[in-house]
């Protein structure tokens, strides 16, 4: 087990790494001057070279590569050109406000799709397993701020049901700020039930079909125990990959949504980076999203090896 975290840790690693240069090459291919959009187009020319010295950006982008892959493993994304202030005063809590939407739209988005999956899987074939299957097509190729947009018109401004601005003042109580994030988490459960159900019931299938289930079941167990001792440990491995692949998703998707309900998260604050070219912004979301990525592959990597100890097994040999 020690080996098998440690060759997935050294992974996880590597992938930052390409994802932190892969990152720099875009940005450093964007058109226009730094030191011209955040002074201006009226600024002198020898304000913007100096701007641009102070910044470092007129800098070799070698040497400007070197000093953003040291930031990365330091955690100190350097300072905003915009503001000046610190890259992770700006976007951790930009993160932690993601995080609750996000949090919010998993606890309600997983034991949905999950139970869904096995109803869908226990009456294989029948009009019920189809609704499943064709809501959960459906649902997932549907854009979330198209979805966002839809939640908003619908529940918030037709129905009176939510909030259309889901950022909640300062003060707001844990049920007000419920209350207000729960719009745009339902747009993000419409668009991630699918797939997540569509693999539950897949992996369900799979093993009412295997041989280990229909010896469980000649021995005398019940169906139901014969689910819940051998069944979902086997199916549900795939059903954890593809949650953590949602998550990096997760927070891509999210723009849309924060956008669409004028909240101040993550995925807003990376928007406005983009727009202002604040790069040291932009570089330090986007890996911080890395990272989650990251995180998040490697946990549910642990987590399938532990249900399966087979997948350790053949993975250190």
Known sequence: MGRYLLRRLSS??????????IVFLIVSVLPGDVGRKVLG??????????FNRQLGTDRPLLAQYFTSIRRLFTLNF????????????????????????????????????????????????K?????VVNVGLATSSIPEFVTAALIMSLFCVHWKLGKVFADPPAGTSVIGQLRMLLAP?????????????????AGVIHGLQSDYARTATMKGLSKGKVMRTHILRNALAPTITVISVQVGYLF????????????????????????????PVLQGAVLLV???YMVSTLLADLLIAVLNPRVRLETTR
């Not at 187009?41 to 100096?50: I, N």
């Not at 009009?127 to 609704?131: A, C, E, G, T």
């Not at 339902?186 to 569509?198: K, P, T």
């Open 41 to 50: 187009p009226f600024a002198l020319k020898e304000d913007v070279a100096r």
């Open 185 to 201: 988490a339902m747009a993000m459960v419409i668009a991630y039930f699918g797939y997540i159900a569509r693999m539950s019931r």
């Open 290 to 292: 890395g990272m989650i």
């Open 78 to 125: 350097g300072s905003s050109y915009n503001s000046g202030g610190l890259v992770r005063d700006i976007i951790f809590p930009a993160l932690f406000r993601s995080g609750k939407l996000a949090l919010l739209a998993f606890v309600i988005t997983i034991p949905i799709s999950i139970a869904a999956g096995i109803f869908a899987a226990r009456r294989q074939d």
């Open 252 to 279: 891509g998707g999210i723009i849309g949504v924060e956008k669409v309900f004028n909240y101040h998260g993550l995925g807003s604050t990376m928007l406005s980076a983009v727009k202002a070219r604040d790069i």
């Open 12 to 21: 996880a690693i590597v992938t930052l790494w390409l994802l932190a240069t």
């Open 127 to 131: 009009v019920s397993d189809r609704i």
